[in-house]
Protein backbone atom coordinates (compact mmCIF):
# COMPACT_ATOMS: atom_id res chain seq x y z
CA UNK A 1 0.00 0.00 0.00
CA UNK A 2 1.64 2.82 -0.87
CA UNK A 3 0.49 6.55 -2.16
CA UNK A 4 -0.77 6.99 -5.18
CA UNK A 5 -0.68 11.08 -6.05
CA UNK A 6 2.72 11.03 -5.13
CA UNK A 7 4.34 10.97 -8.91
CA UNK A 8 6.97 13.60 -9.61
CA UNK A 9 6.98 14.73 -5.90
CA UNK A 10 10.13 14.20 -3.34
CA UNK A 11 8.55 11.20 -0.96
CA UNK A 12 8.83 12.65 2.73
CA UNK A 13 9.78 10.02 4.93
CA UNK A 14 9.26 11.49 8.03
CA UNK A 15 6.08 10.06 7.67
CA UNK A 16 4.13 6.77 6.70
CA UNK A 17 5.09 6.26 3.07
CA UNK A 18 4.12 2.48 2.43
CA UNK A 19 3.32 -0.71 4.06
CA UNK A 20 3.72 -3.94 2.79
CA UNK A 21 2.52 -7.49 4.66
CA UNK A 22 4.30 -10.65 3.86
CA UNK A 23 2.53 -14.16 5.03
CA UNK A 24 4.94 -17.19 5.88
CA UNK A 25 4.57 -20.34 8.56
CA UNK A 26 5.28 -19.07 12.05
CA UNK A 27 8.57 -20.73 12.10
CA UNK A 28 9.53 -19.15 8.99
CA UNK A 29 8.84 -15.45 9.72
CA UNK A 30 10.53 -15.84 13.53
CA UNK A 31 13.61 -16.97 11.10
CA UNK A 32 13.54 -14.15 9.35
CA UNK A 33 13.29 -11.91 12.63
CA UNK A 34 16.02 -13.72 14.28
CA UNK A 35 18.42 -13.26 11.37
CA UNK A 36 17.46 -9.62 11.11
CA UNK A 37 18.59 -9.00 14.54
CA UNK A 38 21.61 -10.58 14.36
CA UNK A 39 22.64 -8.73 11.26
CA UNK A 40 21.72 -5.17 12.04
CA UNK A 41 24.43 -4.88 15.00
CA UNK A 42 27.07 -5.88 12.63
CA UNK A 43 25.73 -4.43 9.52
CA UNK A 44 27.26 -0.50 9.35
CA UNK A 45 26.18 -0.41 5.31
CA UNK A 46 26.29 -2.23 2.24
CA UNK A 47 26.54 -1.62 -1.68
CA UNK A 48 23.69 -1.90 -4.16
CA UNK A 49 23.11 -0.87 -7.75
CA UNK A 50 20.28 1.60 -8.62
CA UNK A 51 19.07 2.70 -11.73
CA UNK A 52 16.97 5.06 -9.14
CA UNK A 53 19.32 7.96 -9.50
CA UNK A 54 21.19 6.96 -12.24
CA UNK A 55 23.22 4.07 -14.06
CA UNK A 56 24.87 3.81 -10.24
CA UNK A 57 26.24 1.83 -7.27
CA UNK A 58 25.36 3.50 -4.24
CA UNK A 59 26.42 3.10 -0.56
CA UNK A 60 23.11 2.33 1.88
CA UNK A 61 24.10 3.70 5.75
CA UNK A 62 22.39 1.87 7.97
CA UNK A 63 21.73 2.95 11.63
CA UNK A 64 19.43 2.52 14.80
CA UNK A 65 15.57 3.23 14.86
CA UNK A 66 13.06 2.68 18.10
CA UNK A 67 10.72 -0.61 17.22
CA UNK A 68 7.44 -0.25 18.54
CA UNK A 69 5.54 -2.45 21.19
CA UNK A 70 3.48 -4.29 18.65
CA UNK A 71 2.92 -8.04 17.37
CA UNK A 72 5.01 -10.80 18.65
CA UNK A 73 8.43 -9.31 17.54
CA UNK A 74 9.49 -6.01 16.20
CA UNK A 75 13.33 -4.49 15.00
CA UNK A 76 13.54 -1.26 13.18
CA UNK A 77 16.24 0.51 11.86
CA UNK A 78 17.17 3.37 9.35
CA UNK A 79 18.86 3.78 6.07
CA UNK A 80 20.88 6.82 4.55
CA UNK A 81 22.30 6.72 0.75
CA UNK A 82 24.55 9.68 0.94
CA UNK A 83 25.79 11.03 -2.01
CA UNK A 84 22.79 10.95 -4.12
CA UNK A 85 19.84 13.27 -4.36
CA UNK A 86 17.50 11.28 -2.24
CA UNK A 87 19.41 12.97 1.04
CA UNK A 88 16.72 11.47 3.33
CA UNK A 89 17.17 9.44 6.23
CA UNK A 90 14.45 6.11 5.47
CA UNK A 91 13.01 4.23 8.51
CA UNK A 92 12.15 0.93 8.37
CA UNK A 93 10.14 -0.97 10.77
CA UNK A 94 9.55 -4.55 10.49
CA UNK A 95 6.75 -6.39 12.81
CA UNK A 96 6.21 -10.14 12.43
CA UNK A 97 2.55 -11.72 14.37
CA UNK A 98 2.48 -15.37 13.74
CA UNK A 99 3.62 -16.11 10.36
CA UNK A 100 2.86 -12.48 9.04
CA UNK A 101 5.56 -9.73 8.80
CA UNK A 102 4.27 -6.23 8.12
CA UNK A 103 7.11 -3.74 6.94
CA UNK A 104 6.69 0.08 7.46
CA UNK A 105 8.58 2.06 5.05
CA UNK A 106 9.05 5.51 6.67
CA UNK A 107 8.25 7.15 9.96
CA UNK A 108 5.35 5.02 11.74
CA UNK A 109 3.86 6.30 15.22
CA UNK A 110 4.05 3.27 17.39
CA UNK A 111 0.29 3.53 17.83
CA UNK A 112 -0.56 2.30 13.98
CA UNK A 113 1.29 -0.87 14.12
CA UNK A 114 0.01 -1.79 17.74
CA UNK A 115 -3.42 -1.32 16.02
CA UNK A 116 -2.76 -3.25 12.61
CA UNK A 117 -1.25 -6.28 14.57
CA UNK A 118 -3.72 -6.42 17.19
CA UNK A 119 -6.35 -7.12 13.41
CA UNK A 120 -4.09 -9.37 12.18
CA UNK A 121 -3.91 -11.15 15.26
CA UNK A 122 -7.59 -11.28 15.48
CA UNK A 123 -7.72 -12.74 11.88
CA UNK A 124 -5.08 -15.21 12.69
CA UNK A 125 -6.98 -16.49 15.60
CA UNK A 126 -10.19 -16.36 14.20
CA UNK A 127 -11.20 -14.52 17.47
CA UNK A 128 -13.55 -11.19 17.37
CA UNK A 129 -13.45 -10.36 20.88
Same mark, same amino acid.
Given at each position: MTPRDR???K????? #? %???? #??? &??????????DSLKQALPACGGF #?? &?? #? %? &????????????WSAPDAGDDAVAFTWTVPHIAMNQTVPITVVRT???LTTYLGAVPADIPQQQHEKIRTLLTGSTG
Open positions: KGQIDFSK #L %NSVR #LKS &YSVEEASAVM #LV &YT #L %N &YGDQDAQIDIGPGGV
